[in-house]
């Protein structure tokens, strides 16, 4: 019976066809799709007492299906101009989905307080919905993807799509059964929601940091740096983890040099000191600048993730100085480069992606 369990919920070879930290995503990912589910009957139950009507909860449940177009559409079509960011901090752009599904299922579940106001509240809640699904389905890949271990991503989500189902299904069930006994009154449901909501969110963050993402962004690029130069080690995309801030990725690390990324040209570098800096770093793809509070880099169009460890070591470098000069800056780049031929390689061996540099802004220059 436990075989035949793994077998169907889980990829083969499991758990060492997997990264580390799979069966945790699993757990909390069914716990919520199981919250996301029951909180839905009590939304379209709630909307449908508002239109004036009486449903069953089997009413509700069938109904709920109708209730995914209008201004859903509109949120979605919003939400995927945004598609560059959400390659950069997949986790934080999928918690905020769910952020995002809950405040519109809050707004379907409030409804019934002001009739007159149905279909606004029942617009506005779809449109949250709309950009909530974009967002969830296109962080989805990299999110599976830290995971696969054996080139069998295809089979991961497979697996995935499977225990989702189950327990949307199992989720629905017990929200009919909420509808039909602590959350047929109003009083109910605003006691119930939330705590369902919170369940939800709440799993959500959970799934999130315990996956591994493998691929550069600026976060976890400082983090890389800021260990290396502090220890001398490459930690792993397991041992970041935990570490990373899925709320304010954008946050400065001092030891890692204070670096921002993705800033206009012209609001980073005049056009006098530009042929100089591009004298200090000889056939680089980065440029840097020093200010009082931050490093400001600048990337080529063409700039991968070994291109910007570089300019960020560079900058990690010289995080001591109060004034840094040319000859800083030289000096940095000498060291940098001491060292990058054995960074590069145990930097791969720990699995990460080092052939791109995902910044989510997209703002790049040709030199």
Not at 295 to 302: A, C, S, Y
Not at 321 to 327: F, G, I, L, N, Y
Request: overall charge positive.
């Amino acid at each position: 019976m436990a075989e035949s369990f793994v077998n169907q919920f889980f990829p083969s070879g499991f758990p060492y066809s997997v990264n580390e930290g799979y069966l945790r995503y699993t757990q909390f990912r069914a716990l919520q799709h199981f919250s996301s589910a029951a909180l839905s009957v009590l939304s379209t139950q709630s909307l449908l007492y508002a239109a004036g009507l009486r449903p069953t909860p089997a009413q509700a449940t069938a109904v709920s299906w109708v209730l995914k177009d209008g201004m859903q559409h509109v949120g979605k079509l919003i939400c995927s101009n945004l598609g560059a960011r959400m390659d950069s901090e997949p986790k934080r752009w999928r918690i905020l989905a769910d952020v995002l599904y809950d405040l519109g299922t809050g707004l379907e579940v409030l409804s019934p307080l002001c009739p007159p106001l149905f279909l606004e509240m029942a617009g506005l809640g779809n449109f949250a919905k709309g950009m909530a699904v974009v967002a969830a389905r296109a962080t989805r890949l990299p999110i599976y993807s830290s995971f696969a271990k054996e080139g069998n991503l295809s089979d991961l989500f497979a697996k995935g799509e499977a225990i989702s189902t189950v327990f949307n299904v199992l989720g629905i069930g017990a929200g009919i059964q909420l509808v039909s006994t602590v959350c047929s009154s109003m009083q109910g449901k605003m006691v119930v929601g939330p705590l369902l909501s919170i369940i939800h969110v709440y799993s959500v963050s959970e799934e999130m940091r315990a996956a591994p993402v493998n691929t550069l962004n600026p976060q976890r690029t400082a983090m890389i740096v800021e260990e290396f130069i502090k220890i001398g080690k490459v930690p792993s995309p397991a041992d970041l983890r935990y570490k990373e801030n899925l709320l304010f990725p954008g946050r400065l690390i001092k030891d890692a040099g204070n670096v921002k990324v993705g800033r206009d040209l012209h609001k980073v570098i005049k056009p006098s000191r530009l042929k100089e800096l591009k004298q200090i770093f000889p056939n680089e793809k980065f440029l840097l600048t020093c200010g009082n509070s931050w490093t400001d880099m600048v990337l080529e169009h063409n700039a991968s993730g070994e291109d910007a460890l570089r300019g960020w070591l560079v900058a990690a470098y010289t995080a001591g100085e109060d004034s840094v000069t040319e000859r800083n800056l030289q000096e940095a780049y000498a060291k940098m480069k001491s060292v990058m031929p054995s960074l590069i390689p145990e930097l791969q061996a720990k699995g990460w992606h080092t052939d791109r540099f995902l910044d989510g802004k997209g703002i790049r220059f040709g030199f």
